[in-house]
């Protein structure tokens, strides 16, 4: 028998489904994967007694979806009650929920299988996993004696997805946290609309930008746990209330007719010839299958970054000031006569890493008295303008927007360690618009560099509409024909 | 717009983080680095426009204002590192 961890979500349940596996079969197998997988640090914390009673429940179900016996891998920053969830920070070491996020009760309600928490970034804030309290996540591929970073904030997902430790993943997307370690990857990462996926019992990062979405092997595994993840929920002010279309429904891989839009402002300098020629091969292959190819225009690109920059860093800086060593998580030991203020500044002095703090501060600054309207106010209206540009190009026919996921292939862990870090943050350049103006989008496995690493592409669509977006990354998938696997090294 | 030593050690005192006086001089370095990105939105012209409050443009979502959860003061404890009596205990606030 083929290893079942190898199986893609709509195989597994098919093969379920005609009685030739079970759920303990092939959550037996991911746990065996994932215990051989230590030098990956995908996972954070493992569950593998609860795994198997979630896979004898699952095969004992007389009522199936698609996602019954499915095991799962979930990112730290969601909350699965009583299970260790840390963000992948020292300020909540020892947390353990004692309520479920709404997507999690949702994935555990249509019969998924919990195998673990998920390596990340520390409060999702970083484009490596480098910034992580667990260490650092690998990515899964190698063309030489360095080890390559799975991408961040999503890595742990990513490289647990590319080397089969799991069938698929939940990710968050703030910046490209879902898309960019996808393509890191070689696998899907999809950032649904803002609004579709509930936001409550997600450890918050920044508010207006968060959006939680699946990352699977396949197009037609992210729709299916899509599917799972998405809807309306009271409990997030923010979630939206529309109809949950049959997102697998969609993928007829008929795309004849569909208008896709090719932003020139995303040709950027010193971007890669390798970049680019994936990005002209994408093009052709979408007219291959039938779609009308435009030029377009979104001339506020350039500044997405720069007002991703000052409205992320100031939501965070109010979302975590709830870590204070009070009511959660660690608290810094005192010295005698400290003070409460004392016991905030060394909490949060010795709980957040470097990276974080200096978000929380430079979100501090851009709020303070005197900078409100210079920057945050400006970034605001920079953003009022970026979203305007995606809506008149909709408006004008495009149904979706096309473009490279990432400037450059993976890079080595630690070869960013002297940088400062606006070079880092140079990563989020391509998808960050699109978290900026609520938008989904979608990265696809496209093609291998010169050296063997995988490259994506992402697709853009027009809000809540994602079974579009996904019949149009089903259609580049199938012909792409990306099949490439990482070989195992570790 | 570029930051100095005072301000570096005014916003660490706001964010409620502490920094040692050594590390002020990188802290501050990191921080130009950073408004050096963002001082590009200079370059728009936002005259007239309204700044974003909501990414969709549905309104938010209203409901009866009445109690609908509580009375679990055992899980909101569960977690704290130090709690007594039913309460979170904090270093005395007040001389």
Known sequence: MTELNRLTIAEARDKMAGGEITSVELTEACLSAIEGAGVLGAFAHTTPERALDDARAADAATEKTGLTGIPLGIKDLFCVEGVPTQAASRILEGFKPQYESTITRQLWGSGAVML??????????????????????????????????????????????AADLCLGATGTDTGGSIRQPAAFTGTVGLKPTYGRCSRWGVVAFASS??????????????????????GHDPMDSTSADLPLPDFEAALTGDIRGKTIGIPREYRVDN??????????????????????????????????????????????????????????????????????????????AEGFGP????????????????????????????????????????????????APTTPTAAFGLGEMADADPVQMYLNDVFTVTVNMAGLPGISVPVGLDASGLPLGLQLVGRPFEEGDLLNLAYALEREAAFVAKPARWW | MSIDLETARKVAKLARIRVEDEHLPELAQEFNAILGLIDHLNEVDVEGVEPMTSVTPQRLKRRVDVVTDGDQPAKVLANAPDAREGFFAVPKVVE
């Open chain 1, 116 to 161: 673990g928490k998920l390596n990340m970034d520390e409060f999702a804030m970083g484009s490596s996993n480098e910034t992580s309290v667990y260490g650092n996540a690998v990515n899964p591929w190698k063309v030489d004696d360095r080890q390559l970073t799975p991408g961040g904030s999503s890595g742990g997902s990513a490289a647990a997805v």
């Open chain 1, 209 to 230: 930008l968060d959006q939680a979405g699946p990352m699977t092997k396949t197009v037609r595994d992210a729709a299916i746990l899509l599917g799972g993840m998405a």
């Open chain 1, 355 to 402: 990276e974080v703090q200096r978000r929380v501060m430079v979100g501090t600054y851009v709020l303070s008295a005197g900078y409100y309207d210079a920057y945050y106010n400006r970034a605001r209206k920079v953003r009022t303008l970026i979203k305007r540009d995606f809506d008149e190009a909709f408006a004008a026919g495009v149904d979706a927007i096309l």
């Open chain 1, 271 to 348: 971007m890669p010839a390798e970049i680019d020629e994936l990005w002209a091969k994408g093009r052709a292959m979408l007219e291959e299958a039938g779609a009308k190819i435009v030029d377009i225009s979104l001339p506020h690109t350039k500044y997405a970054l720069p007002a991703y920059y000052v409205i992320a860093p100031a939501e965070a800086s109010s979302n975590l000031a709830r870590y204070d060593g009070v009511r959660f998580g660690r608290r810094a030991e005192l010295a005698p006569g400290d003070g409460i203020t004392d016991m905030y500044e060394k909490t949060r």
